[in-house]
Each structure stands twice: as structure tokens, then as C-alpha cells.
């Protein structure tokens, strides 16, 4: 197991209140497998990778019943041993908007050897060895190694930024929002490549792959996360989540998405907008926007229930889930909710 | 009558060579052709997609149909007068007719400004309406695009979230009541749980209020969904134009077979082709001449290189643009 | 703009000003003056050239604070406090009006260059670098042995010297404001250039410009002092500054330090106030522009 979180908090002090960016996360991650999460905006993706690499501001408060990865409780580990062992050696990061993570002033080549070298004995011929070997992996000219990070096109940096990530051969690598604002063609080439590098890799490298697109989720992992308002929604092997979904949510975004695929499809929204996370929500944090609400929902937090061996569902609901499935295809019961009027 | 028709438009940006470049190699000025050569008609009613990757000149055409940067050459006949000749009362009247809807929702509000005041703003720029007039049309407007006057009028943008803001954006758009509306991917910035409300909108005001919409996007998966005839655009030139349908399940130029087939599905059994192109996407300056796309296509020949495909329809109503046909 | 958003406008100028303690204090200081300004032929206790006899019939000149006089006399035996009452009075009405114009003249100047650019801007911005090379006092010389001392001269040279500054800063921002979509997003739905740069561009940088008029009319004010102390003002509309002129010339400067004290402690007071109020309106104009 390369990563274990259980019941991950993570809340900022503010003025106003505290905001529980995180509230009570619990994922795993296998060797060698691609982890999706998916999630709107505010439903604290950045928060729970900030929380991973240890970039939360000081008064943030973190706590977990569990956070390992490969075994070493990483909550408890002091800063530095965590930023000298963990860090990109371990854990490493494709943050979104690659092109702020490069140095305008050094050639992209010297940046990534500079990296390693800090972080290992190996001397200069052997760290662009390295470099030159990931550069090819991910289809860049050996060539761009001398290039300015301004001479990258967007699709190049975000390889280049996926090679360095890979550099000290991490075990698990989180991608955030990989490839949101690229053109079609070239991110269809980035999930190619990265599925190429996963094949052929010597050492097994696990993905977290965090994004809105679901169809990227869909296409690149073996298991996917829906994630709301701070929480996981629901969890399961990914062709079991798209066939057989079970929380409201999920089966509201399975129809607001559109395909190429099915033309005549109608798209449906989901009314209203996330909570404040500010405020104290008792009940379920999906009460408000839910078709299927009833007074119990917003009473008590739902349980984490695993309705199936590998499949987590946040709902109390569950048993209604054949007759929610059909209504959730028809456009007035979305319209039905209290979010709606 | 078609009521909009573009003819031959071109777009092109001259860069100047730099101090250095002239002293030493007496380098000419690079031309950048955003736009070159784009032909299409559209007719009452009917909601266009313009889909292509960035640099494709969607944007840059668009700006030119909106009267809002005069382009290098071509003809764009509104109701069959052309745009380039008319007076000043007739471009008056022309942006009334005309209207965009912008990507950024919380860029193309004016952060001073109340909703009220955004959405009154065309009336009282662009008519005599009486005070009366404004607020009743204004109030009216709001509510079309899905927000309750009472509610929503004295907010101000930063008071509101980008699903609110892009319904503003919308309104003020729509105030005017306008025959022709572009739509400069309204979607990319908002949350997916709510563009299929957003879409909805402009699909049923289209209807309702009976305007022809351009919607441009770079997102085959939303254009699939609302636009009625679907054209490709690649560096400056349109590749496929046809019934959305037909483009999409029948695809007959390399760069459309190659897009439609790199669109990710939301299906984790869909097994996706590896899209049949290569290279990165190139810049239009100083294009060689002959066919955009040679540079990429794996099929590639020689008259490629040296002569640009005519738009040629393959069937009825579904144009491509290749030697390939 | 509509009428009752007017009443608004000064409500939140209000509560900008009031919303730091240097606000409130400059807010103050500012208030007082006006008031004094306002009432001053009520509340003056003598005449402002009157020399005026002390209880023993004796002139009473450069006599120190006392009772009877509390703010001292002049060697011509006037009532210093009263010549202060009149002079805040002018002394504000020049900082104001000076203050104003120019903050007007430099704010346009800096609207249509940003937004026209190309050659208007080129012209515009050549004029304002000319005008910045401009000295203050001998472009006042200069007027003033053209056309006498007059108070409207010592305006018009301020002017003519304050506004540009506020023309450079106004065009930069609003140049920044030019290119945002919302800009864009006017012109397609039909508003004229002229209803563009005062309807849309303008309110975006009122925060800036508020907080130029304040330096405007706090430059002023101190242009005029320093004027005045050297001669070149009005001797029938007596200001703070001239007050420190009558002193110089009367040479008893290092005798009699009533005379100075109070004239120099109101201009510092009156510029500080005013420089505490641009503070108030810098935390408003600067980072808070992009707000999501």
C-alpha cells in the first residue's frame, strides 16, 4: 500500500470561523494503480494535496487516524526529514499551471539536473542521463534540454513538468488538474504518454489524478473518488462507479457531462452551488442541492458506508438507489430540489 | 435569405522585425495569418459550433463578425449589406443585432457595476428608451436568464458565483434583443455541474427568441451537444463543415478524424483510436503554401504542398477541405 | 450616474475615510479648518488690518500670547489670531480650488491618453514630461511680473504645475483597466468611446483618483506657502503663508515666535491631514482590485 489516509481533517483558522476544507478524507492508494478524484471547485482538491506535501500555512490544523505512505506515518514525521526523504523522492507533484514552476532565467535542462543533484550523489553525466532518458518518455526532443522555459509550448511544459516529477523516481505522483486548458490533441498525447510511462516504467509509479474532467478520470484511472464539499462522496473500482453509482451527486454529474458519443443525450444540472464551508452543516453536506433529500439527511452526517467490498458510498439513502437511478435521468427531479427554486 | 454571410475573411497581424533582425539580416516583416480565407453562410435561427484548438483563429474571427477589429480583407454581409460600409448610424443599429457572450465571467462585468446596471447598460447606450422602458426591459432580461430581479439587481459581480455571473453576461447580451449572437466559450470557466444549466439557456432564448447563435469552443463534447451544424477550423482556415451528426460520426478530413477521435468519453470501458497525426500544433506565421495542414497529416501528398483544397461539399450539406476528395 | 448614488458615493467616502485612524484624525483636522474657513467674518474677534490699541492706549505691537490677544500681535499690532481666522479661509479656498482643477485637468489628460493611445497618447504624455520640467516658482515669477499679484494668478500657476502627476498615474491605471474584457465587453454592446472612458474606466480607478485630489490639494497648498512666504501672493487675500512673509519682512522673525509658530503649525497640520487622507484611500486604490 503506497498511500493511507484515514479520516484526513484538515481546517484553516480564519477570521471569521474556521473552514473545514478537509473533512474527514479516507483513500488508498495501491502500488502501481491511478487513483481519480474528481471535484468541482471548493470541494478541496488543492487542499488535500497541500495537506499531502506538507504546504499547508501554520495555522492550518491537520489530523488523520492514519497517513502513511509505504508504511512511515508522514503526519507525525518532523518537516525535515519529510522534505529531505519524502518529498519528490516519494511523493511528487505536477502542479496545475506548470509554466509558474519554471524558472524563466535557466534552461530547462539545468533546472531538472540541479534537482537531482541536489537530492542525490550522482554526478552531472549521470543526472542528465537521467533527464534525457524522461524527456524521451514523455516524446520531448533531447533537444529542449537547453531550451528556456519560455520556448515550451504549453503541452511542453507540462510534459517537461511531468518529467521532473519522475525524475527521482517517486512512487507516488499526484497530478493536479494535469491537463485543463490544453487543446484536445496535446492532452490526448499527455494521457497517452502517461499511460506509456506507467507500462514501461522499471519501478512501478502510482498516479493521483485530480481533476474536474470526468472523461479524463473515466480514461485514466482504475479507481475513482468523488469529492464535495471537503469529503468523498462516494469510491469505487472506476467501470463500477460509471455502471452502478449510488450517491446522487454521482448521478447528477453522470448527466451534466457531455459526449460526442451520445448526441441526443440531455444534459442536466445540478441547481445551487457548494456550501460555505465556514458554516457548521450537521447533516449531509449534499442535503441542499439533493433531489432525494429527506429530514434525517440533515440531521446527522451520513456514514461512510462500503456498500460493496472496494465501493465507499457517503449516504444514508442507499436503499432507494434503483428508483433514484431512474429519476435522476429525468430533468424535473433535478429542477425539484430545494436548491433549484 | 441567410442573414449572415462571410466571404473570403482574412485577418492578418504584421509583425514587425526587430532593430537587430533588419541591421543584420535585413529580415522582412513576418505576417501572422490569424484568419485566411474563411467562407460560411448561416441562416435565421440556427446555432453554428466553431470548434478548434487555440490558434486556430475562432476567437479572431469572431471579433471581426462582431464589427469589433476590422479585418484585413474578405466580406462579412450582415442581412446582405456589408459590415464594412456601413454608416455610423447603421453600425449603431448593426450592434444591436449583434451581440457577444464572453468566456470570463468574472472579467466581462464591470466590477462597478450593479447587475441592474450591467444589463441596463446596452439599452442606455444604444436606445432611446425612457427610464420607465430600461427598468421594465432590464428587469424582464435579468429574469430571462434565470435570476430573480428582486434578488439579483443591486449585486454587485464579486457579490456573486461564476454560474451567476456568466447569467449576467448572458442578459446583458440578450437585452437588446439580437438576431445574432456569438458565444465565446461561455462554458470553459465555469463548474461542470452547472454548464449543462448555462447550456440549456442559450439553447431554448435561442429558440424562443428566435436568434441564430455562434458558439464557439474548443470542447467537441458541448458543441456535440447544442450546435445544429459543426465547423473545424486549423490555423486560420475552416477544414469540415457539415450537420453536427454528420461531422461527428462520419468524419472526412485527417485534422477532424484526429480531433473527434482524441476526445476523451466519460466511460471507462470506451477503448479511445490514437489519434492519426503528428507534430505539435503549429503557429500561422508565414505559412508555406498549399494545404494547413500538411505539416501533420499522415496522408500527406504532394499537391498538398503546393495547392490549398477548395471547401468542397461530399455530401449534401457537409463540406471538407482536402485533396483527399 | 443617477442621483441618489450620488448620496451614496459620499456615504462611502465617509465610512473609506473613517475606516482608519489616519482617516479620522486628517478627517478631523480637515473639518475643523472648513468650519473656521466658513465662519470666519463671524468668529474673527477684530478686523484682519486693524491695529489695534491695548488697554493703556499704547499700539499694541509684538505683544506675545495673552489673554487679550491670544495669539499674539504683528509689529503693525494686528491681532494674530484673527489674521489667521481670514487667512485659513483663503488658504483653504486656494488648496481647494487649486487642488480641484488640477486633479480634473491631470485625470482627463491621463483618461484620453490611456484610452486613445497611439499618437494622442504620444502627444499628450511629451506635454506632460515638458510641464514636469517646468520649475514652480519662476513659471510664478514669470506670470506675476507679467500681470501683478493676484490671487487667480497664484491658482493658475498651481495649476498649471500640480496636475501632472495625477495625468501619469491616472493613465497608467487606466491603461490596465483598458484591457480588461469588461472594456471590450462595453464596446460590443454599444457604448460610445466618451461613455466608456467616464462611465467605465473612470469609476474603476475613483479610488486613485480620490486619492490624488487629496495630494493635489495637500501640493497645493504647500506651493502656495512656499509662494506666499517668498512674496509672490496677494497682499489683499492674506493666506498662512503671506502671514509668515509680513514676519519676514518686518525682520523681527527671531523675536517674535507667536508670529511663526501658529502659521507654520496650521500649514503642517492642514498637509498632514490631507496626506493621512490619501493614506486612508491607498488601502482602498491598491491591492484590492481583483476580487473573486
Given at each position: 500500500m503506497i498511500l493511507e489516509i484515514e479520516n484526513l481533517k484538515t481546517y484553516y483558522k480564519i477570521e471569521k470561523g474556521v473552514v473545514k476544507a478537509n473533512d474527514g478524507i479516507s483513500l488508498s492508494i495501491k502500488e502501481n494503480e491511478v487513483v481519480g478524484l474528481a471535484g468541482e471547485s471548493g470541494c478541496g482538491k488543492s487542499t488535500l494535496i497541500r495537506t499531502l506535501i506538507r504546504l499547508v500555512p501554520q495555522s492550518a490544523q491537520v489530523t488523520a487516524d492514519k497517513m502513511n505512505f509505504m508504511d512511515q506515518d508522514i503526519l507525525a514525521m518532523p518537516e525535515?526529514?519529510?522534505?529531505?526523504?519524502?518529498?519528490?523522492?516519494?511523493?511528487?507533484?505536477?502542479?496545475?499551471?506548470?509554466m509558474n514552476a519554471l524558472n524563466p532565467v535557466y534552461r530547462v535542462g539545468d533546472q531538472c539536473t540541479e534537482a537531482i543533484s541536489a537530492h542525490t550523489d550522482y554526478d552531472k553525466a549521470e543526472c542528465e542521463q537521467i533527464v534525457k532518458r524522461l524527456f524521451d518518455a514523455v516524446g520531448l526532443q533531447a533537444g529542449m534540454m537547453k531550451a528556456y522555459p519560455h520556448e515550451f509550448s504549453g503541452g511542453m511544459r507540462q510534459r517537461a513538468m511531468i518529467a521532473m516529477s519522475l525524475l527521482l523516481s517517486p512512487a507516488l505522483v499526484i497530478m493536479d488538474e494535469p491537463t485543463t486548458g490544453l487543446d484536445v490533441l496535446v492532452q490526448e498525447r499527455i494521457l497517452r504518454n502517461i499511460k506509456e510511462i506507467r507500462q514501461k516504467s522499471e519501478s512501478a509509479v502510482s498516479i493521483l489524478l485530480i481533476t474536474h474532467d470526468i472523461s479524463v478520470i473515466a480514461e485514466m484511472s482504475d479507481r475513482i473518488g468523488i469529492m464535495y464539499a471537503g469529503r468523498l462522496m462516494e469510491s469505487a473500482e472506476s467501470r463500477e462507479l460509471f455502471n452502478e453509482p449510488y450517491h446522487p451527486y454521482t448521478l447528477g454529474l453522470k448527466n451534466a457531462f457531455p459526449s460526442i458519443k451520445a448526441l441526443d443525450r440531455e444534459l442536466i444540472s445540478i441547481p445551487g452551488s457548494p456550501p460555505n464551508l465556514i458554516e457548521d452543516i450537521p447533516g449531509c453536506l449534499f442535503a441542499f442541492r439533493c433531489p432525494f433529500v429527506i429530514p434525517e439527511c440533515e440531521k446527522t452526517r451520513p456514514p461512510d458506508l462500503e456498500i460493496k467490498p472496494g465501493h465507499m458510498v457517503h449516504c444514508i439513502r442507499t436503499d432507494h438507489v434503483e428508483e433514484f437511478r431512474k429519476l435522476a435521468g429525468d430533468k424535473k427531479t433535478w429542477q425539484s430540489s430545494r436548491s433549484a427554486t | 435569405m441567410a442573414i449572415l454571410e462571410v466571404s473570403d475573411l482574412k485577418q492578418y497581424f504584421y509583425l514587425q522585425p526587430t532593430f537587430l533582425g533588419k541591421l543584420v539580416g535585413g529580415a522582412k516583416p513576418r505576417i501572422i495569418k490569424a484568419v485566411d480565407g474563411v467562407s460560411f453562410t448561416m441562416q435565421h435561427g440556427e446555432i453554428l459550433g466553431v470548434a478548434g484548438e487555440s490558434g486556430c483563429g475562432k476567437s479572431t474571427a469572431c471579433l471581426a463578425i462582431a464589427k469589433l477589429r476590422e479585418p484585413t480583407g474578405g466580406d462579412i454581409l450582415y442581412k446582405e449589406r456589408n459590415i464594412a460600409e456601413m454608416s455610423k448610424s447603421e453600425t449603431r443599429n448593426y450592434r444591436r443585432e449583434v451581440q457577444l457572450i464572453f468566456q470570463d465571467p468574472y472579467e466581462s462585468l464591470n466590477p462597478r457595476y450593479t447587475v441592474f446596471d450591467s444589463v441596463a447598460e446596452p439599452l442606455r447606450a444604444l436606445t432611446d428608451k425612457s427610464k420607465a422602458?430600461?427598468?421594465?426591459?432590464?428587469?424582464?432580461?435579468?429574469?430571462?436568464?434565470?435570476?430573480?430581479?428582486?434578488e439579483y439587481k443591486n449585486r454587485y459581480p464579486h457579490q456573486m458565483s461564476g454560474g451567476e455571473r456568466q447569467r449576467v453576461g448572458i442578459a446583458q447580451a440578450l437585452v437588446l434583443e439580437p438576431k445574432l449572437v456569438i458565444a465565446d466559450e461561455p462554458l470553459s470557466m465555469l463548474d461542470v455541474s452547472i454548464r449543462a444549466g448555462i447550456l440549456d439557456l442559450i439553447r431554448d432564448l435561442s429558440k424562443r427568441m428566435n436568434f441564430s447563435c455562434i458558439y464557439v469552443s474548443h470542447d467537441l463534447s458541448i458543441l456535440s451537444n447544442i450546435s445544429e451544424r459543426l465547423m473545424i477550423m486549423y490555423l486560420g482556415r475552416i477544414m469540415e463543415l457539415g450537420v453536427t451528426r454528420d461531422v461527428v460520426t462520419d468524419p472526412h478530413h485527417p485534422y477532424a478524424r484526429a480531433l473527434i477521435a482524441a476526445v476523451p468519453i466519460p466511460d471507462p470501458a470506451y477503448k479511445r483510436p490514437i489519434p492519426k497525426i503528428k507534430g505539435e500544433v503549429a503557429q500561422p506565421i508565414d505559412p508555406p503554401p498549399g494545404c494547413r495542414f500538411q505539416t501533420r497529416c499522415l496522408q500527406v501528398m504532394d499537391i498538398c504542398r503546393d495547392t490549398e483544397p477548395p471547401l468542397k461539399e461530399v455530401k449534401p450539406g457537409h463540406a471538407v477541405a482536402c485533396h483527399l476528395y | 450616474m443617477k442621483l441618489d448614488s450620488i448620496k451614496d458615493f459620499f456615504v462611502t467616502q465617509y465610512g473609506i475615510i473613517t475606516s482608519n485612524r489616519f482617516g479620522k484624525f486628517g478627517a478631523s483636522i480637515i473639518l475643523f479648518f472648513g468650519i473656521v474657513a466658513l465662519l470666519a467674518p463671524w468668529i474673527a474677534p477684530h478686523e484682519l488690518w486693524e491695529s489695534l490699541r491695548d488697554s493703556n492706549g499704547k499700539l499694541a505691537m509684538l505683544r506675545p500670547p495673552s489673554l487679550e490677544f491670544p495669539l499674539g500681535t504683528t509689529a503693525m499690532g494686528r491681532d494674530i489670531l484673527s489674521q489667521m481666522i481670514f487667512a485659513t479661509r483663503t488658504t483653504f479656498l486656494i488648496g481647494l480650488v487649486s487642488g480641484l482643477i488640477s486633479i480634473v485637468i491631470g485625470a482627463n489628460i491621463g483618461l484620453f491618453s490611456a484610452f486613445y493611445g497611439g499618437k494622442t497618447d504620444e502627444i499628450l504624455m511629451r506635454f506632460t514630461d515638458i510641464v514636469y520640467g517646468m520649475p514652480f516658482l519662476p513659471f510664478l515669477i514669470v506670470l506675476i511680473s507679467l500681470f501683478g499679484r493676484n490671487i487667480w494668478f497664484v491658482?493658475?500657476?498651481?495649476?498649471?504645475?500640480?496636475?501632472?502627476t495625477s495625468a501619469r498615474v491616472v493613465r497608467s491605471q487606466a491603461l490596465a483597466i483598458r484591457q480588461r474584457q469588461f472594456i471590450m465587453a462595453a464596446r460590443a454592446r454599444g457604448c460610445s468611446n466618451l461613455r466608456i472612458i467616464y462611465g467605465h474606466i473612470m469609476p474603476n480607478i475613483?479610488?486613485?483618483?480620490?486619492?490624488?485630489?487629496?495630494?493635489?490639494?495637500?501640493?497645493?497648498?504647500?506651493?502656495?506657502?512656499?509662494?506666499?512666504?517668498?512674496?509672490?501672493?496677494?497682499?489683499?487675500?492674506?493666506?498662512?503663508?503671506?502671514?509668515?512673509y509680513n514676519l519676514w519682512i518686518s525682520g523681527k522673525i527671531r523675536t517674535a515666535w507667536w508670529w511663526f509658530a501658529w502659521p507654520s503649525i496650521c500649514i503642517i497640520l492642514l498637509v498632514s491631514s490631507l496626506v493621512f487622507i490619501s493614506r486612508a484611500y491607498e488601502e482602498v486604490a491598491n491591492p484590492r482590485l481583483k476580487q473573486r
Open positions: 525535515k526529514d519529510f522534505r529531505e526523504k519524502i518529498l519528490w523522492q516519494g511523493i511528487a507533484l505536477v502542479p496545475q499551471s506548470a | 422602458e430600461i427598468r421594465e426591459r432590464t428587469n424582464e432580461t435579468i429574469a430571462l436568464a434565470g435570476l430573480t430581479p428582486e | 491658482i493658475i500657476a498651481i495649476c498649471c504645475i500640480v496636475w501632472r475613483l479610488p486613485l483618483l480620490l486619492l490624488y485630489t487629496s495630494f493635489n490639494i495637500a501640493w497645493s497648498v504647500l506651493a502656495e506657502a512656499g509662494a506666499s512666504f517668498l512674496g509672490f501672493s496677494d497682499p489683499d487675500n492674506l493666506t498662512w503663508g503671506g502671514i509668515l
